[in-house]
């Protein structure tokens, strides 16, 4: 696993061998990253990366400048992982936090400007997750909601899709919150 971009490019991450991910192949994640700089100005966003894994995307944000990500995951070998990746790293604007993304989500707390789940393709309410998140106040106004999913849902049907991304097994589909919009 690798930073594609920005202040880290091409630093190596070795994640340990053990722990439950399936990480976003470097293919997709450059594909993603091509997306998101003509949706957003990264160096502004303040990102919630949900369903983290290793952080690969938290870290590729933190990299090509963006103000602060949050790392969120349930798995304490991937939170520990990368906060002594991030520590080794001296980043202060990654913090990596072990939760149920899902309760995380209803926390009060800052708003922000892109949410990125990457949850287990298994798992079994990711056709919630729109609306969950785009009803959610930790995703502001016009913010972006990006879902990484398997090719087994479709979500071009909700309100405020945007688009949809393939990229071998890894399939993006594009949200945005608009003012007024109900989910």
């Known amino acids: 696993m690798r930073i594609i971009s920005g202040k880290f490019r091409g630093k190596q991450l070795h994640p340990p061998a053990n722990i439950p991910v399936r990480p976003t192949t470097d293919f997709a994640k450059e594909s993603l990253f091509n997306i998101l700089n003509n949706l957003i100005d990264i160096e502004e966003a303040r990102v919630l990366d949900i369903f983290t894994g290793t952080g690969s995307i938290s870290f590729e944000f933190v990299s ?12 304490h070998k991937c939170i520990a992982f990368i906060q002594r990746t991030a520590e080794s790293m001296k980043l202060d604007n990654l913090k990596a ?15 922000y400007n892109l949410v990125f789940a990457d949850p287990p393709y298994e798992m079994e309410k990711i056709d919630a997750l729109p609306d969950v998140i785009l009803n959610s106040p930790l995703l502001e106004e016009n913010g972006w909601f990006v879902l990484e ?18 990229y071998g097994n890894v399939n993006f589909s594009f949200f945005r919150k608009s003012a007024g919009d109900e989910a």
């Open 64 to 75: 090509r400048g963006c103000t602060h990500a949050t790392a969120v995951d349930t798995s």
């Open 97 to 111: 936090v072990r939760a149920d993304a899902f309760r995380f989500i209803q926390l009060p707390g800052p708003a």
């Open 149 to 166: 999913h398997s090719r087994n849902y479709d979500f071009s049907q909700h309100p405020m899709f945007s688009e949809h991304r393939n």
